[in-house]
T-cell receptor, first 114, second 113 residues
Framework: GQQLNQSPQSMFIQEGEDVSMNCTSSSIFNTWLWYKQDPGEGPVLLIALYKAGELTSNGRLTAQFGITRKDSFLNISASIPSDVGIYFCAGHGRSGGGADGLTFGKGTHLIIQP | ETGVTQTPRHLVMGMTNKKSLKCEQHLGHNAMYWYKQSAKKPLELMFVYNFKEQTENNSVPSRFSPECPNSSHLFLHLHTLQPEDSALYLC????????????FGPGTRLTVT
């Protein structure tokens, strides 16, 4: 089935550094979303993007909906320990029809080194 | 209770058992979803319900049987599962199936022995 290519798979960073991750697809989506999942919990919605080229911020998080509608990126500025977790991109409303559910990437595991 | 709740949080069952997972959303949403999250794999959509009607079955084996009695509650009935069905089962809801913003519950960690 359709999958999103999310990279990097994992990131080892120092506290205070900026983080960037991205997601690409072979299909066009109408909505791109970014989630964060902590161990033992469900994914939590961080940002939703609805228009090609849209740039949206949520605190230290910034995400963009690619112009081609086939990609998105997420930036985290000045990382802090509580940013540790797995970040997932997801697409919704695939062009040409398809699932009502979300199509997910495999996740980016963010690890902050002391 | 707020958001999306799931019970039980953990479940261990044998291959011949029958059990059910429960999900309840307190957000006034009209669409509900079941996802499966296995190690090393992306979250996989299983079922979609919109206004209590099933709108999608993503080729899920019949040993998984969903039920949606109203827009706030969703069940997943399990019977004769296999060890490879062990995973985190996540429930989500959205305003309706056209909206991409889905809100997830904490999941049920299922182990099939």
């Amino acid at each position: 089935g359709q999958q999103l290519n999310q990279s990097p798979q994992s990131m080892f960073i120092q506290e205070g550094e900026d983080v960037s991750m991205n997601c690409t697809s072979s299909s066009i989506f109408n909505t791109w979303l970014w989630y964060k999942q902590d161990p033992g919990e469900g994914p939590v919605l961080l940002i939703a993007l609805y228009k090609a080229g849209e740039l949206t911020s949520n605190g230290r998080l910034t995400a963009q909906f690619g112009i081609t509608r086939k990609d998105s990126f997420l930036n985290i500025s000045a990382s802090i320990p509580s940013d540790v977790g797995i970040y997932f991109c997801a697409g919704h409303g695939r062009s040409g029809g398809g699932a009502d559910g979300l199509t997910f990437g495999k996740g980016t595991h963010l690890i902050i080194q002391p | 209770e707020t958001g999306v709740t799931q019970t039980p949080r953990h479940l261990v069952m044998g291959m011949t058992n029958k059990k059910s997972l429960k999900c309840e959303q307190h957000l006034g949403h009209n669409a509900m979803y079941w996802y499966k999250q296995s190690a090393k794999k992306p979250l996989e959509l299983m079922f979609v319900y919109n206004f209590k009607e099933q709108t999608e079955n993503n080729s899920v084996p019949s040993r998984f049987s969903p039920e949606c009695p109203n827009s706030s509650h969703l069940f997943l009935h399990l019977h004769t599962l296999q060890p490879e069905d062990s995973a985190l089962y996540l429930c989500a809801s959205s305003q309706d199936r056209r909206r991409g913003e889905q809100y997830f519950g904490p999941g049920t960690r299922l182990t099939v022995t």
